[in-house]
């Protein structure tokens, strides 16, 4: 009876420590530890690098897809640890990062992709930047402002949307708030506590301003100088602050960006290449990718957009404010033509 005893024992600890290699799943993912590190950017055009140029092959227009995603973009120079991945897309609005999102230029949700992502890689910071291409956001009243200027009869874009800005801002914030959340769901369905990774939203950079040099139309520029300002100075910290709610909503970190190419503005100085965002711009090699699709809008595409310049600029207050694990900050580019990181607070806020 001692013996059979025994051997039963035996026999129950064989199988307990066999049945686990027979049945394991070749396919589950390694402890996130484990995995190589990734930074992951989402958003739209600011996001992407449209503007930046060398876009990657399959975003040039290729079978619709229109995403211009640059090597130069702010994704790929924030010197944080392991690989960076850049979901961003041209166009793309809170609506095409949530879930879920029918596609934008071909792609599925972002949130979907980085919750695939996020399985492979030990992701250890997101970024998102989106709410421009919101309804009634950033790039429409940009399109107001210059439709205007075009047209003598039409009032002033800052007479007209100036008395709205508060109710554009709070819907434009509903959607990026609608679209962090989804950002945070995708990191939970991959495992991921919200104090696993860092989770930055930031704002955007104004590309022109009321310091425009010469006649701002015929160098590119369409847009009035009092209009002009009033976008600089008014309308782009609107959206900012609105974007600085929603960070303190979810818990993420904020960045500011409405001073980050500071006087490097599109049309403020005589060297277009000294400048940080696009004039004008028209693209005739995007028929060379695109084909007739690139007739209209696409030719134009980069137009407006942060340079190279400004992306590696942006890319480094990112790193830092990642690095400081401060709560909010500013990237401010002096006039001295330093950017740097101004913080505004000591402390990541609690996740909500």
Known sequence: MRWRGRAAVIGLLTTV??????????????APAARPPAVVVLGDSAAAGDGAGDYE???????????????????????????????????ADTGDVAFPAPGHYTEPSQARRLAEIARQYRVHTVVLQVGANDEGSLTQIGKDCVR???????????????????????????????????????????????????????SYAPPVTGKMISVPIAIGCPFSRPDAEWGHDVLFPAFSDAVRGVAQRVGAQFLGLDLATDGHEACTSTDPAAEW???????????????????????????????????????????EIVRAGVAAAECVTGADGVTRLVTAGTERPAAA
């Open 17 to 30: 420590l066999l049945v686990p290699a027979a049945v394991a799943d070749p396919g589950a993912s390694a």
């Open 57 to 91: 092959p399959g975003t040039r227009g290729e079978d619709g897809n229109w995403c211009h995603r640059s090597p130069h973009a702010y994704a790929h120079r924030t010197g944080l640890p392991g690989t960076s991945i850049n979901l961003a897309c041209s166009g």
């Open 148 to 202: 205007t200027f075009i047209d003598p009869v039409q009032p002033a874009c800052r007479t007209t949307i100036g008395p709205y800005l508060g109710e554009r801002t709070a819907a434009a914030a509903a959607g990026i708030e609608r679209a962090a959340r989804d950002v945070r769901e995708a990191m939970r369905r991959a495992g991921y506590g919200t104090t696993d990774y860092a989770l930055v939203l930031t």
């Open 277 to 319: 965002h696009r004039r004008i711009t028209v693209d005739p090699h995007a028929f060379v990718h695109g084909g007739l699709d690139a007739f209209g809008w696409h030719l134009a595409q980069e137009s407006f957009h942060p340079t190279a310049a400004a992306h590696e600029r942006i890319g480094a207050c990112v790193g």
